[in-house]
């Protein structure tokens, strides 16, 4: 069988003007990087964005497993099934961090038949918005840095710094370091440490934010930390706004790749699912919206963190809402949630099946609290039983959310007609009227128990003790009218992530609070949330390499 | 007065297309970055080593002062002066790290009307070499911390771990830092310390690599640290050389942009000067040496420095070698080595001129050392006075060397032209005659020797204690046939930054040897060397913007 990077390169590129031809993007308004990458300028995402809107279509999964989901392959493929039965497509996807690339992943631009390409450029610098990002980060962290050295004026307490500096590696060696070391010229000793590129508050902010100027706004408004009489500084403070904004002006302008099939794809940004929100740039989507009839995007982790934050916190920088969301199951995963082991999922179990099946179950009933339309896929493999495969869909009509199988991985474009066919059928048909979960004018408490009751299943939030001094501070400082950015284990509705299923009756903690006022969100860390993942003990790295001729081997 | 990016912007660039054709590069061989910036592709570079090499020009100075010598300034409007002459002219220059921009210098890519362009890209990402050296650099700082981590099979000592981490940016917190703290989950806890980017082994690696391949065997050869036994560590014991030149396989291919004046430049590659060896990278030199009759580059610091690197460690990786050395200088850096202080230099003064004539005499004798001939470039200043020149020009024919006025920052081309056929004429005569300073096989001390008496003046070599040592471990590990880097203050001959003008009978004290295993030379230390610069109190930064349609501000 071929790896993912032996389909990609035996694939011959169309040029991306043709591409760009193709969704009636203006060649000036290209900006080249290589033959078959682009970036889109500022003014056509102005004359995109006149444009009568596309539909919508989320792509977000059950919570998941080690079995894999494929939630960023049908979504690829989806789109190109889309495309093959004649619909004028684009798809809005995140771009790859380096960090996960180097160290388990391989690569993390879609699999099988179902990949954005050049899969090695994207998996690797791409067109460098992970670098300016990174760049712009610790810019900010040299100059707070700098700061203190240079005499302190604005009295920030070098204790309470909230921001870290960043790379864009698995690299568990900098979660905490000490700083400022060994002379009076190094500055001013204190602790910080780094987290992965993907999880800066800078990434959030590129993907939320609406034009260059928006962009400056929301850097400006990053709470960096506190003062000695703990009033908060602000970047604007700093006044170095501007910047980082010049460092990040062209990182914020969206990507344009193509598919296996020559679907055009904006592949742009890639916020940490936990810390920040998990979906590809406001921007992208936008762009996308105003070029094509369908636009399928996704977003990280299961539903209950992903699209929740897509529906409560994305959504409502967008021109546009949701049309339809499409959920993606495997069999081996709702085996999985039904108490199967990894080891035994080979082996045919309906009984495993129809348990896990309420994990599936609960995330189609929350899309539907939103007003949106859900429909099931089912990403289809060689190991799941005709038993299993004809249970799952009764299940699925039992709650009547329509369903469909895709084999896109293997099958390409071809293996998701059926679901392109089910989700045509269900825009036609079920019209969808978003509405949020919750008001933002809400109090703190008020929208942690809407997500966690109404979304999670559980019956009760507690607040620790700190959690309850930021709330107040938080409320002090005026930023409790924000959308509230839940971090939780993302295998289970609850904050165990050893509960799978469906739980119900648990509690949720919330341990602690933070301000992203970039962003515009308050983060609500329910447990250790990992914001710098470490390497494994033999890394992908180690299986990499290049021929003399520059052909990459090892991405996968 | 118009400012370097208010030029800069004034331009109407020619398509990166138009430049190449005019350089005979075919179009297929071009990898866009936007409409003004290409790489060019191995293929390319294969190509045109395949042909007859141009003239080779290197641009160097007197010892820099405070006052500002301009030399890539004249570097670019030499070529420019060369192409409005009707000479076949390519520059093959340096990049700027992103750490000095924003920190004094605002911008690095000329200045005046002698600029590279589009300034406002190679001043910030250009196409991403710096991040990707960075990437490379760090991605290998993560694996030493993960083997260790991992169970350490290579029984690395973490106190004696060579390889540093890096950011491109100026950040002097981050010079000395502890890493791996707080649990064992985060790691071994150690010293460590981050450099600027440009002073990686990898940047110097990527300038001398002849051939992807070559990069993959350079990289191989880092000395990471050693093992308590005190045996050297390799990056191929690590086995990860191949991942290393994956990321860097695109940073590998020179960069293609254009002066004011439509010149090709290849802009690649930008080294420390000091730790490393201060050139742009081989394969753009040898790429447009095999593309043009006549190709400039420049090296870093005065001549003692930069250019004996050139000739020494870089000249022996081209295929052939340098026809002329330019050596730029001020009257007022001049008047400055003969005593005169900053705030007096606008004065007429000239006893201090003669005086300070001396150090580019000891220039213009150190490079006819190597049997090139030299060619003396005066860069105009308003406050040169008519007496000044004349003296100037005396002192010149006083040792018989050419000499022309320049004023390309002001005038452009045309202000190049007098320098353009006084080097046309140079090489029309006087044939170059290249022989290195030393050779490699000769001893360590002998190396470092030859550079002292024979370049900086100086009469004497003390080895500290330390380095001792370290000739000692050198030699065993069978090190010693590599070419000395040496590093020192730039502003003087000798060891000691306030000594001007050219001093005699001073000893240089070698405190420390770095083996470059990698780089494929010895560094060797003669003071505090710093490659962590730190910001200013008002760093260039905070008054650089961006405005909504994307332009830079604050560029300078």
Redesign the interface.
Known sequence: MKTDIEIAQSVTLKPITDIAHKAEIKEDDL?????YKA?LS?DAILEAEKNDKGNLILVTAINPTPAGEGKSTVTIGLADALSHIGKKTMIALREPS?GPV?GVKGGAAGGGFAQVLPMEDIN??FT?DM??I??AN??L???I??HL???NELNIDPRRILWKRV?????????????????P????P?EDGFDITVASEIMAILCLAT???NL?ERLASIVIGYRYDRSPVYVRDL??E??L???L??ALKPNLVQTIYGTPALVHGGPFANIAHGCNSVLATTTALGLADYVVTEAGFGADLGAEKFLDIKVPQLPTTPDAVVIVATIRALKMHGGVAKTDLTDENVDALEKGFANLARHVANIRQYGVPAVVAINEFVSDTEAEIETLKALCASIDVPVALTSVWAKGAEGGVALAETLIKTLDTKPSDYTRLYQDNQSIEAKIEAIVTKIYGGNKVIFEKKAQTQIAQIVKNGWDNLPICMAKTQYSFSDDPTLLGAPENFAITIRELVPKLGAGFIVALTGDVMTMP??P?A?A??N???????T???LF
Chains 1, 2 share one sequence.
């Open positions: 900006e080249l990087y290589g033959k970036k500022f380096l180097m690797l610098h460098g670098h300016a990174t760049t610790n810019a962290s040299a100059l840095d700098n050295h240079q005499g790379v864009d590696l698995n690299d568990r060696a900098l979660r905490q370091v000490t700083i400022g070391l060994g002379s010229l190094n500055g001013i204190r034009s260059l100027e400056k006044k170095v501007g910047a904004a010049l460092i002006k062209d470490g390497l003990k890394p790295a180690l990499m390499d290049v021929t003399s001729d520059g990459a081997v090892g």
